[in-house]
């Protein structure tokens, strides 16, 4: 039975999809032949295209950013609290898009789709991609909606680090960037836990070397558990001792090793229900590209030297509690602008979640968004 | 060919082995028929039986806290730098006692040793064991040495936990608790980490439901990805930073999953040189007594009424770059001794490497340690 949907969602979307004949260059040096890219819009391109933004998704995002698929829909888009008719990203006055990145595995292009040159799976043979290559693909669509530059690209986390590279490689086709809870660059420790993911992946003997589709099997064990490790970086340690303390599901000690603790209970049911809808050679693909992400490597590692020729306006934005991406990482990159003598604004949010917060309707966050992105509006002439 | 040993180790130990035919009450319910715990002793017991000092081992330590096996023994026991003649821990004054665990898989009875009931390994039939199961089982090996009462127990981390419940259970038989970089309990954060180190174990097919033995296999690479993800809680990010950095082994960017950068190489060998060296079960048994641990769990979760009646005094240290257990776990002990009107001395360590540095020879840990048993030595009447 159809439910009436909040008054203040984008509604319904239909996600849409693109076709590029054209091969696309990749970083690894092989490139992409034909290949579809999978976005949603939300909101109204104005006459004058000057009130788009982009939005780049997470490692398991994906283009369902805002609103629901169907009236039955129980969850909106990941990024629903911030878009929609009156939100902080406003689609009375924006046009927003959200891309599916190639690599993904929700319609555009990626390990799970069909090689067009072999007639089977890509699997393992999908190239490694880079956020270089997403922002030159996101640039291509950019081309195809006829949007010459964006009023603003926003994203969280990996997302964030799109928005740093389009700031670098396309400025002229970004008035804002909006980079939020991200790092310049990951830390050994962030690489470490990305590399201990892809352990457990390619160690499950489902992976079968990555052509489990062929088998019709999935590394379901081992995907798991690497969905289980990202939650204990997404959430701060106060927050889980919040929300789960030492409590025992049933009150004592099993002296086994079935769940006992909710913490438990809570990892399991979280790598269990990830594994039915996501890809382990997608999941392989954006932990390689958070490893490489790396601004600074045509500048010497010199980040202010890459943020030298940037047009775009930059607005920053940490959370307090997030210990992947900590506050101190986020004024590495306001650091470097600074020395750029680039415009910037940064505000750390005072949080308690950790990482996830982004993604969290805190008041300070949501009200600093809304009146950085009504500055925005009024510059590009979006109205309501 | 032979190599002379530094002048201040204990020199080449032979572990010793004490059979136990008493079954041992475990926290459980069960009880521990017949079975034997392994240990090794450095220095001499003085007339007196008064220099006794007790080590603790960790959750992948062992008996070997000090010296060498044998002359061709490449490393020394895993306390060695503090452990010896001369050294914080003075084997000219003290008789230093270190047991391996029951439960342990290095000699003392375990889920690898042979049920004398089936004659069939233990494997995942060995009852899980508490941190108040080894408490007890280390006092029967002190009845066995005729010690009434250690001049001192001490432990890191898990060590340390013992050391607390020595304190409380028999604290007419410690006069002094050296509890070094430890916690009072888990943290959710804590146990989250442990179950994704279980889960890694238990999801290896190989550890078919933890009778492996039987099958003559083993789950390699669940306890390779437990180990991994054990050292990076192990190291502070700022240590992993100025020992990996971003370097890559190749100095450049591979496009695959292979080895890439300098920090998996590390995490690899760690997790695959552990498997050689540690049985699967035993680790899955030393996660459990550390989630299970709570010495406040018999006064409803008041720490401060838990060791009110405790005689022995204490000694905390932490370290500042430890987020395992970080200096705030620490202080939480030492208020609850302070509310309890205990004696205390506290000292908080600053060092960089993280948990793992209660095992480094850093000067004022060493100092501190040293002078607080040259202290003990003298009430004791320890002499050189």
């Known amino acids: ?53 982009l939005i780049c998704h997470a490692l398991s995002g994906d283009h369902h950013a805002a609103g629901y698929h169907s009236a039955e829909d129980r969850k909106p888009g990941w990024w629903d609290k911030c878009i929609g008719p009156g939100k902080a990203i406003d689609t009375n006055r924006f046009f927003v898009v959200c891309p599916n990145n190639i690599g993904g595995c929700k319609g555009s292009t990626g390990p799970a789709s069909i090689n067009p040159e072999t007639g089977r799976y890509y699997g393992p043979d999908f190239p490694v991609v880079t956020v270089r290559d997403w922002v030159r693909s996101q640039a291509r669509l950019a081309d195809a909606l006829g949007i010459e530059q964006w009023a603003a690209v926003a994203g969280g986390s990996l997302g964030g680090m799109q928005v740093m ?118 999941y392989l693909l954006m932990t390689k590209a958070l490893d490489y992400f790396d601004p600074a490597q045509d500048t010497n590692g010199d980040l202010a030297a890459a943020f030298r020729d940037s047009h775009s306006r930059f607005l920053v934005l940490s959370f307090s509690s997030d210990w992947r991406f900590a506050p101190a990482r986020s004024r590495e990159i306001v650091k470097a602008l600074m020395d750029a003598d680039r415009r910037v604004t940064y505000a750390e949010i005072s949080s308690s979640l950790g990482h996830d917060d982004f993604l969290m309707p805190i008041p300070d966050y949501v009200r600093i968004l809304g009146t950085y992105l009504d500055r925005v509006a009024r510059e590009v002439g979006a109205h309501d």
């Open 1 to 53: 039975m159809a439910r009436s949907l909040p008054t203040d969602s984008v509604g319904i979307v239909t996600p849409e999809k693109l076709h590029f004949d054209q091969p696309l260059a990749l970083d690894c040096g092989r490139s992409l032949p034909a290949h579809d890219l999978v976005y949603e819009t939300y909101g109204t391109l104005n006459a004058s295209r000057s009130n788009a933004i």
């Open 165 to 282: 590279q389009w700031a670098i490689d396309y400025s002229e086709r970004v008035r804002h960037a909006l980079v939020i809870a991200a790092a310049p660059r990951l830390s050994a420790q962030n690489i470490a836990f990305n590399e201990i993911a892809r352990q457990a992946i390619m160690s499950d003997p489902d992976f079968r070397d990555g052509y489990y589709l062929e088998h019709n099997v999935s590394p379901r064990r081992g995907l798991a558990l690497a969905r289980m490790l990202g939650h204990v970086t997404y959430l701060s340690e106060a927050s889980m001792r919040a929300k789960f303390g030492r409590d025992l599901r049933e009150g004592k000690l099993s002296f086994g090793y079935d769940v006992e603790f909710e913490v438990e209970s809570y990892l399991r049911y979280q790598g269990h229900s990830f594994v039915d809808r996501f890809d382990a050679n997608t």
